[in-house]
């Protein structure tokens, strides 16, 4: 049995998802997709220059797969590149962090990053809260080809 991907966090949305040489159109041209996490390992590693030990802790995944999917990220772009070819950024398996939360205290209810501020609830500072969604936050998104 096929073991299920795991989520990879992401903290960057690109603004601009659709990328094209200059004097050639749409329909001239072959697609490649770039999947959110490729991007985000991308960012991570080359724009930031974290280690990968630090880089696959931030996307919560193993050493070994963050430097997959950064190899893969790395040939796309080096594909496109080379030979011509649009680059759009869409799907893959990923999470923000981010989650509705709702303290068992005050019954309030709040956005947060589901790694970073969870601790208080920001109205009574209870540490009794939990997110509203639990593990289902995970945003699963297919490749359309």
Same mark, same amino acid.
Not at 47 to 73: D, H, K, P, W, Y
């Given at each position: 049995?096929?073991?299920?991907? @795991?989520?990879?966090? !992401? %903290?960057?949305?690109?603004?601009?998802?659709?990328?094209?040489?200059?004097?050639?159109?749409?329909?001239?041209?072959?697609? !490649?997709?770039? *999947?959110?996490?490729?991007? /985000?390992?991308?960012?991570?590693?080359?724009?930031?220059?974290?280690?990968?030990? /630090?880089?696959? &802790?931030?996307?919560?995944?193993?050493?070994?797969?963050?430097?997959?999917?950064? /190899? #893969?990220?790395?040939? *796309?772009?080096?594909?496109?590149?080379?030979?011509?070819?649009? !680059?759009?950024? *869409?799907?893959?398996?990923?999470?923000?962090?981010?989650?509705?939360?709702?303290?068992? &205290?005050?019954?309030?209810?709040?956005?947060?990053?589901?790694?970073?501020? %969870?601790?208080?609830?920001? #109205?009574?500072?209870?540490? /009794?809260? !939990?997110?509203? @969604? &639990? &593990?289902?936050?995970?945003?699963?998104?297919?490749?359309?080809?």
């Amino acid at each position: 049995m096929v073991r299920p991907v @795991k989520c990879r966090r !992401i %903290r960057f949305f690109p603004q601009y998802t659709y990328y094209i040489p200059l004097d050639k159109r749409k329909c001239q041209v072959e697609e !490649i997709t770039l *999947k959110m996490e490729e991007l /985000e390992a991308l960012r991570l590693k080359d724009i930031q220059g974290l280690s990968q030990e /630090e880089c696959a &802790n931030s996307m919560g995944v193993s050493r070994q797969t963050f430097q997959n999917i950064l /190899e #893969s990220a790395r040939k *796309k772009v080096a594909l496109a590149l080379t030979e011509g070819n649009a !680059i759009h950024i *869409k799907g893959g398996n990923y999470t923000s962090g981010i989650c509705q939360f709702r303290c068992l &205290n005050c019954n309030q209810q709040y956005t947060m990053d589901f790694d970073r501020d %969870r601790p208080l609830c920001p #109205s009574c500072g209870s540490r /009794e809260i !939990i997110c509203n @969604k &639990n &593990n289902r936050f995970c945003q699963r998104l297919k490749e359309i080809k």
